[in-house]
């Protein structure tokens, strides 16, 4: 609870995500680091304990999904 969650990735990806079991999805960008890798920082601060956040990861330079779904739990700390 209170924390950004960030994903860290080798390649160009796009981050298709949800916190309410996909009734809603936002897309998010991996941002390059400068340093060969990208990251994405979902805006996960005001969930609640209890809380799910789904995702699916497309790597945007072989315009392909990762094929799998992610799942992280939000825990009070």
Not at 35 to 57: H, K, Q, R, W
Not at 60 to 71: D, F, S
């Amino acid at each position: 609870v209170g924390r950004t969650l960030r994903l860290e990735f080798l390649e160009p990806a796009i981050v298709h995500w949800s916190s309410n079991n996909w009734l809603s999805t936002l897309d998010s960008k991996a941002d390059a680091t400068g340093m060969g890798t990208y990251i994405c920082d979902l805006p996960t601060e005001n969930l609640t304990g209890g809380s799910v956040i789904v995702f699916a990861v497309n790597w945007t330079q072989q315009n392909k999904w990762a094929g799998i779904n992610y799942r992280v739990d939000v825990e009070k700390s």
